[in-house]
């Protein structure tokens, strides 16, 4: 097995490189007292931590100027994406976001509280409740979803060509379906 620094190959033109990073240091560091190591995973997923950190606070910066928090965001944009009439039940939320009932009520009352969705009972179930997106929450919505992408849209293409571009999501779908 090899270490970064043994075994990564020299980039043609070193100026293309990005400088070394906090990763490059820790991968070096155990290159030292452990040679024996094979750092390649742990320096991708070390930078797909960070990357998701860092994406994760603007994003959410963003979406603070809107007045929702991220998972309020999600909240808004899992209705926005069910299509017209922009309605689920409390049970498909909770399983969309992976989030208990109690999370769940939560985000919906600050959410109905500030007039972006309803809460009315089921007309098919009346044990149930049907959420929905009100018109001044689409409109939200949109505009918070088109703001985060904004801001990820000025990373990603700062940083990758159109061919990087189009290689890094199989790449990192490839590394997701192992999980």
């Not at 997923?45 to 965001?73: D, K, L, P, V």
């Not at 000025?154 to 990758?160: K, M, N, R, V, Y």
């Not at 990087?164 to 999501?169: D, G, I, K, S, V």
């Amino acid at each position: 097995m090899t270490s970064r620094a043994a075994g990564s190959p020299v980039p043609a033109d070193p100026s293309a490189q990005p400088p070394l990073d906090a990763v490059d240091a820790i991968v070096d560091q155990w290159a030292v007292c452990r040679p024996d190591l094979d750092t390649v995973p742990m320096a991708a997923y070390g930078r797909i931590y960070r990357i998701a950190q860092a994406m994760g606070e603007r994003t959410e910066r963003e979406y603070a100027r809107f007045g929702i928090s991220r998972g309020e965001f999600d909240v808004l944009a899992t209705l926005r994406r069910s299509g017209p009439p922009y309605t689920l039940s409390p049970r498909q939320l909770s399983a969309t976001l992976m989030l208990t009932s109690g999370g769940m009520t939560g985000r919906l009352d600050k959410l109905e509280k500030a007039e972006l969705l309803t809460r009315n009972p089921d007309p098919h179930d009346r044990r149930a409740l049907r959420v929905t997106l009100t018109g001044s929450g689409l409109e939200l919505v949109d505009q918070a979803v088109t703001a985060g992408l904004a801001a990820q849209h000025e990373i990603f293409d700062q940083a990758l060509d159109a061919t990087e571009a189009a290689q890094l999501a199989p790449l990192l779908r490839k590394l997701l379906a192992a999980h």
